[in-house]
Each structure stands twice: as structure tokens, then as C-alpha cells.
């Protein structure tokens, strides 16, 4: 089975600064790796995801992304945040082959103050 | 990108009654969707696996009898929450497996309250 921890439940940042957001996971099989973002009353949005070859995956609105399997971590990083950046973020994890089912992290809070 | 349209964004019913939730994939086929809940300030828990023309895989603890999840055509699954009490009042979101395979796109979420 897979399970998915986020390390932070909340991370209050200034904007303009660097933020990293935690994620690290567990699976006895090689996994797909996804970080998700989500606004208030919204669905969940794509930022990255990691399916294999290079360990940097780079995605939406500036956000990056560290696949590191020897620690089992997915770490999401954006070197200067906005306000709109103010959200939910969400790291999963699939097993390829599969029907895509996601085991979810419980989330991060990430709140940027002027 | 592959885009999933859930409706209604938004619903009130009274209590006993009964609910419909619609999850389309509006450019691709979606042989596969999901059903999630999520309770305020929490992740996201599944409920069950749509599959196309087969009955829906529904996790442990999912009464089967109260979400009814319909997944008749390649574009279209639905979501009835069966005589409904205030307890199931949550935000329901769908998604569907992407047409590449390796990943799953959501809808935009339905806010169901139920007085």
C-alpha cells in the first residue's frame, strides 16, 4: 500500500520569499508523484508531476518539484511567492498501471502575507 | 488540457431527498472516474472507481446504497447521494484517468448542504 505524508499542515510565508512545501511518501513499488493545488470551493488544479527520468520537474505558476528516492520525497519549491499563491496544495501519489487512483496527503496550508 | 465539468457547483435539499451530482469529461473519454469527499479543511477521501459499463469499486466504509455512482457513457458519470441527511453535507469532487494514463483531471467541485 501507498501513504502520503505532508509535513506541514500550515506554512505562513511573506510574499516575495522562497517557500518549500514538504511531501514525503511511502510504496514498496515505484509510484507517480503529483503535486495539486486548491482554491477555496474549487476542484484540484495540476502543478507538476514526476513520472520517471529527470529528478527536477518543473511546472505551472513557477513551482518546481524534487523527486529524491533514496530519502522518498517529493518536495514542491518556488523561489518567490505571490499572494495568489494564498491556496491548498495537495501532494499524491499513484501506482503506474493502474486506474490513476491518487492516495492523497493530507494537504498544506500555504498562506502568503504582504 | 483535458478538462472535467462537475454539476451543480452548488446545491441545497431537504433532508430525505434525493441528489444528483454529474461529472463530464468535455474533450476526451473518461473510461475511468473518481469520486472524492472532502470535509472542511481536510484531504480528499475516495469514495469509489467509476468504470465505464461495470459497477463502481467503492472503498470500505462507503455505503453503496446511499451514493449510487452511474457511469454509463465514456463521458459521463453521476453521483446520487440517496435520501440525504444533514451528515452528508460535504464537498464532493470527481476526476477523471486522463486519456495519456498517467494522470486524473478534477471537476470543479459540488458543495452539497442538506437542511
Known amino acids: 500500500a501507498q501513504s502520503v505524508t505532508q509535513l506541514d499542515s500550515q506554512v505562513p510565508v511573506f510574499e516575495e520569499a522562497p517557500v518549500e512545501l514538504r511531501c514525503n511518501y511511502s510504496?514498496?513499488?515505484?509510484?507517480?508523484l503529483f503535486w495539486y493545488v486548491q482554491y477555496p470551493n474549487q476542484g484540484l488544479q495540476l502543478l507538476l508531476k514526476?513520472?520517471?527520468?529527470?529528478?527536477l520537474v518543473k511546472g505551472i505558476n513557477g513551482f518546481e518539484a524534487e523527486f529524491n528516492k533514496s530519502q522518498t520525497s517529493f518536495h514542491l519549491r518556488k523561489p518567490s511567492v505571490h499572494i495568489s499563491d494564498t491556496a491548498e496544495y495537495f501532494c499524491?501519489?499513484?501506482?503506474?498501471?493502474?486506474?490513476?487512483?491518487?492516495?492523497f496527503g493530507a494537504g498544506t496550508r500555504l498562506a502568503v502575507h504582504p | 488540457g483535458a478538462v472535467v465539468s462537475q454539476h451543480p457547483s452548488r446545491v441545497i435539499c431537504k433532508s430525505g431527498t434525493s441528489v444528483k451530482i454529474e461529472c463530464r469529461s468535455l474533450?476526451?473519454?473518461?473510461?475511468?472516474m473518481f469520486w472524492y469527499r472532502q470535509f472542511p479543511k481536510q484531504s480528499l477521501m475516495l469514495m469509489a472507481t467509476?468504470?465505464?459499463?461495470?459497477?463502481?469499486?467503492?472503498e470500505q466504509g462507503v455505503e453503496k446504497d446511499k451514493f449510487l455512482i452511474n457511469h454509463a457513457s465514456l463521458t459521463l458519470s453521476t453521483l446520487t447521494v440517496t435520501s440525504a441527511h444533514p451528515e452528508d453535507s460535504s464537498f464532493y469532487i470527481c476526476?477523471?484517468?486522463?486519456?495519456?494514463?498517467?494522470?486524473?483531471?478534477f471537476g470543479q467541485g459540488t458543495r452539497l448542504t442538506v437542511v
Open positions: 476526476s477523471a484517468r486522463g486519456p495519456t494514463g498517467t494522470e486524473a483531471f
Open positions: 499524491a501519489v499513484s501506482v503506474p498501471g493502474g486506474y490513476n487512483k491518487l492516495i
Open positions: 510504496s514498496s513499488v515505484s509510484v507517480y
Open positions: 474533450d476526451f473519454q473518461a473510461t475511468t
Open positions: 514526476y513520472l520517471s527520468g529527470s529528478t
Open positions: 467509476s468504470n465505464e459499463g461495470s459497477k463502481a469499486t467503492y
